[in-house]
């Protein structure tokens, strides 16, 4: 396959996968350009190997991670806001930018555990290849993460309507 032909098919997965887990378009459009920008240097070997989109996904989660190193490192963390009004009114588009918010406000390793499994579908031993771990941990990860967004709920209740 050619790397014009895997960016016009593959990028606007990435960029979705990458939305998630960032929580931030900007952010995610700046990780997958320069991934995609990496891998197009590489990409007589990522070309060839059985799961050439998997390897760039890694990349991806690479990438944020090593960003979010970086950010930490050169800048006081920013808080989340908690209520930000909505402008389109759907109610869709507020609980999706709440969970949004609340997944922004989990450490990087459980934001991205979660969102390997729940988002890109992965099972937890592929899940620890991509995050270079065991799964033990990405299971550790995965249910902290998972309590952290439970009692959040909970102390927000308003916020969400279960349904069945």
Known sequence: ME???YVVGRRPAL???ATVLTCQT?????????????AFERWDRISVMAEPHAYVRRMVVNEYLSWRRRLA???PRAEVAEDVPVGDGSDERAARDAMIRRLARLPRRQRAAVVLRYYAGLPDAEIAVELGCRVTTVRSQISRALATLRVDLTANPHTYQETR
């Open 3 to 5: 790397f014009a032909e």
């Open 15 to 17: 960029m979705r996968f």
């Open 26 to 38: 900007w952010l995610a459009e700046d990780i997958v350009s320069d991934v995609l920008g990496r």
């Open 73 to 75: 490192r050169t800048s």
